[in-house]
T-cell receptor
Framework: AQKVTQAQTEISVVEKEDVTLDCVYE???????LFWYKQPPSGELVFLIR??????QNEISGRYSWNFQKSTSSFNFTITASQVVDSAVYFC??????????????FGAGTRLAVHP | DTEVTQTPKHLVMGMTNKKSLKCEQH?????MYWYKQKAKKPPELMFV???????INESVPSRFSPECPNSSLLNLHLHALQPEDSALYLC?????????????FGEGSRLTVL
């Protein structure tokens, strides 16, 4: 069965600190996709990154970076020099590869990040 | 601004009411989704439509009835709901020909059942 574990329920940091959100996944598929979404208080889930199982390159986008390690089934997310606007709930998700033209996401429990001034 | 629009943003209804949630996207996506999210929990998949046909129903009670009138619209009809159905209902869409493609979510409709 597929599963996503985000062990950190809540993290609290002071502005400008670096913070890493952990994500561990389980799947028997050899082809799969991993995602990170941000959910601010407004409720919308904002897409941050998509990574397929064959691409283990780390990625950096501004203050955000992602570390994908198949050997440990982890896809961790680091925010460098955090800002108050980064306060939100962050979800890691895994998708199967169905044949029906849709994409079924399995979400982790989420990590609530609070960045204080 | 989100490209998936959901209305209404807030809805309060009694257990005997009939109401509908609406979702619209103009990105040309042919896969559309309804998710339910309770407070401090992750979103849970309810329904998936692909090419206007229902592809997944995650054993959702029949008091929730989805409808996909065309490729841009997705409705969720609500009838005889229970207070435990109070939640944030999120609509999403994705490109049907992009394997493992990301879902684009709306801001959700926050439902309260009295």
């Amino acid at each position: 069965a597929q599963k996503v574990t985000q062990a950190q329920t809540e993290i609290s940091v002071v502005e400008k600190e670096d913070v890493t959100l952990d994500c561990v996944y389980e799947t028997r598929d050899t082809t799969y996709y991993l995602f990170w979404y941000k959910q601010p208080p407004s409720g919308e889930l904002v897409f941050l990154i998509r990574r397929n199982s064959f691409d283990e390159q780390n990625e950096i986008s501004g203050r955000y970076s992602w570390n994908f390690q198949k050997s440990t089934s982890s896809f961790n997310f680091t925010i460098t020099a955090s800002q108050v606007v980064d306060s939100a709930v962050y979800f890691c998700a895994l998708s199967e590869v169905p044949s029906g033209g849709y994409n079924k996401l399995i979400f982790g429990a989420g990590t609530r990040l609070a960045v204080h001034p | 601004d989100t490209e998936v629009t959901q209305t209404p943003k807030h809805l309060v209804m009694g257990m005997t009411n009939k109401k509908s949630l609406k979702c619209e996207q103009h990105m040309g996506h042919r896969a559309m989704y309804w998710y339910k999210q309770k407070a401090k929990k992750p979103p849970e998949l309810m329904f998936v439509y692909s090419y206007e046909k229902l592809s997944i129903n995650e054993s959702v009670p029949s008091r929730f009835s989805p409808e996909c009138p065309n490729s841009s619209l997705l409705n969720l009809h609500l009838h005889a709901l229970q207070p435990e159905d109070s939640a944030l209902y999120l609509c999403a869409s994705s490109q049907e020909n992009r394997e493992g493609g990301e879902l684009f979510f709306g801001e959700g409709s926050r439902l309260t059942v009295l």
